[in-house]
Each structure stands twice: as structure tokens, then as C-alpha cells.
């Protein structure tokens, strides 16, 4: 049981897939495979339940990712305090696949064409965890997409409001509304994002508090599937600005105007004032500033 085992297990226990968990690492799946294999034997206890391509935690494995997430996060905290060298290091974050596809690419390429030396390292993993896992120091940083939440533990940034917007297909009878009300959507298909994502909650609500009943709700856990759905005429979906801005420009979705409330969602930046910021870690904080605040 060593630290790169240790990493591979988190990986695949994030991804709930071996195939992904591979491709993160850079390993062939049969490499991930027997490392798992390995560790099941050494612990005596299988970590996961195999039902036919699907992959998940057995009850002994997500007890044993608690611990073996704090040792990796030991182990990183020990090596970054010998590694203080201005531009060196490792950095460890995670995001919301929303804000990680549509908005963090150039940041980042920016980020390590600036700094050759640091390691990006990023964690996949459950939104519900990402707070946890900055206040556990098993990331240095966390994107999350949110209502405007108080923190007495984590250190807040808001990095910048995000518009949230109802999409049809071109085609769609929604596509020359001048706007609609929750009360149009009475017997209308709706596309949502999995539980936990927040613009979803607020949408949710507002359709509740207005009494209005779509025909149906249908749950995916992608942006991307949700939008090649909107497109062929599935139904209608709220998604941020920046996930369909060149479906917008194409012409293969349109904006509705939407009569309700507007959705209140913007991107923070979280970490744990507790905890030392390395050069690597100061570094990336100035970058998100300088790359993502809005100028005055």
C-alpha cells in the first residue's frame, strides 16, 4: 500500500470508472486494474462492486478514501514544505465540469506556459465534496459554481456572476417568444442537470412557487448531452452563458427571455486561509485574479 497506489484508488473512486481513472493518470487500464486488485488483497476487502461496465464503492471502500485521502494530502502537504522554491511545486484543484470545460482551458494553459515548473494536478470528484475536501487539504483550491453562500471556515472569492439562460432548438415554438413566464412551461419537457447543481435548485423552486407542472423532468449528468438534446428538439433546459455560447452564435440553439426571477449564480474560488500558500499556490491565486476578475 504506497502513495501511487494510494492516488490511483482516489482517482478511480472519483470516476467510478477504470478506463477514465487511466486516462487521467496516464497508465494503461490494466495498470489501474491490478494496483486495485493489489490493494483489495492487502486490505482484505473489496473496494468496489463491479455490476456489469458500472463501477461502485463498496461500504468498506468509501470508509477507507476518507483515510487514504488524508494520507495523500499529508503526503503533498510534506513534500510542498520542502518545495517553497518561487515557480516549483505542485498544485492541486478541482471544478465543476461546467466551469472546468467552458471557462478554465485558457486559464490554465496560460497558468503553465507562466510557470513551466509547477504541476497541475486535477482532482475529479463530487461537488457535495469539494468544500470538504479544501478544509482536509486534499485540494489546494476548488471551483464551485453557487448561490452566494457564507463561509466561517473557507476563504470565499468570487470570481465572477455567472447568466443563466433558457435554451431551445431553433426549431423549437419557444424560439420566437419575445419571453415566457413558468406558466408556459405546464406540459413542457425540461432538461436539468443532475441533483446538487444549484442553478437547477433555483429553477426547480421557481416553477414550484409558481404551481406550474412541466410534462416531464429529464436528468443527465452532462452539459453536453443536455445541449445535443435541446438541439434535436427534446425539450427546453437553463444552462450558464458560457456552456452555449457557440451554439448560440451557430444558430443550432436560442435564447428564450425568461419573465421569472433571475437565477443568481456565480463562480467562486475557495481555499483554506488555515493552511500555508506555497509560491506555487500564491501564484495560481494572483493568476485566477488577474485572468478571471473584471477589471474596474
Same mark, same amino acid.
Given at each position: ?11 478511480? @473512486? ?19 486494474? @491490478? ?15 463491479? !455490476? ?27 513534500? +510542498?514544505?520542502?518545495? =517553497? ?9 478541482? +471544478? ?32 457535495? =465534496? ?10 489546494? &483550491?476548488?471551483?464551485?459554481? $453557487? ?7 473557507? +476563504? ?35 432538461? %436539468?442537470? @443532475? ?16 404551481? @406550474?407542472?412541466?410534462?416531464? &423532468? ?25 456552456? !452555449?455560447? +457557440? ?5 443550432? %440553439? ?20 488555515? /493552511?500555508?500558500?506555497?509560491?506555487? $499556490? ?6 485566477? /485574479? ?7
Amino acid at each position: 500500500m504506497d502513495v501511487r497506489t494510494l492516488s490511483t484508488f482516489t482517482v478511480a @473512486a472519483r470516476t467510478l470508472n477504470f478506463t477514465n481513472a487511466a486516462l487521467s493518470l496516464g497508465y494503461a487500464q490494466s495498470s489501474v486494474t @491490478a494496483q486495485i486488485k493489489s490493494l483489495e488483497e492487502d486490505l482484505g476487502s473489496a473496494l468496489f462492486n463491479r !455490476v456489469g461496465n458500472r463501477l461502485e464503492l463498496t461500504e468498506p471502500g468509501e470508509r477507507f478514501l476518507i483515510y487514504a485521502e488524508r494520507i495523500l494530502a499529508l503526503t503533498h502537504e510534506a513534500k +510542498a514544505s520542502l518545495q =517553497d522554491e518561487a515557480g516549483v511545486g505542485t498544485l492541486r484543484f478541482t +471544478a465543476p465540469e461546467t466551469v472546468c470545460t467552458y471557462l478554465l482551458p485558457p486559464v490554465l494553459k496560460a497558468f503553465k506556459e507562466a510557470f513551466p515548473r509547477v504541476h497541475l494536478q486535477f482532482l475529479p470528484g463530487f461537488v457535495r =465534496d469539494f468544500k470538504r475536501q479544501v478544509l482536509e487539504g486534499i485540494v489546494d &483550491f476548488a471551483f464551485i459554481l $453557487e448561490e452566494p453562500f457564507p463561509s466561517k471556515t473557507l +476563504a470565499v472569492e468570487k470570481i465572477r456572476d455567472e447568466e443563466i439562460l433558457i435554451v431551445a432548438s431553433a426549431s423549437h415554438r419557444f424560439a420566437g417568444s419575445r419571453g415566457i413566464s413558468a406558466q408556459d412551461l405546464i406540459g413542457e419537457d425540461v432538461l %436539468l442537470k @443532475a441533483l446538487g447543481c444549484s442553478y437547477r435548485n433555483q429553477f426547480e423552486r421557481q416553477l414550484i412557487n409558481a404551481g @406550474a407542472h412541466p410534462g416531464r &423532468f429529464l436528468e443527465f449528468q452532462g452539459v453536453e448531452t443536455i445541449k445535443r438534446c435541446v438541439e434535436v428538439g427534446l425539450g427546453i433546459a437553463p444552462l450558464p452563458r458560457m456552456a !452555449v455560447e +457557440a451554439e448560440l452564435r451557430s444558430g443550432q %440553439l436560442v435564447a428564450v427571455p425568461w419573465e421569472g426571477p433571475e437565477i443568481q449564480i456565480s463562480t467562486y474560488l475557495v481555499w483554506n486561509p488555515e /493552511r500555508h500558500l506555497g509560491s506555487a $499556490e500564491k501564484a495560481f491565486l494572483q493568476h485566477v /485574479r488577474d485572468a478571471l476578475l473584471p477589471t474596474v
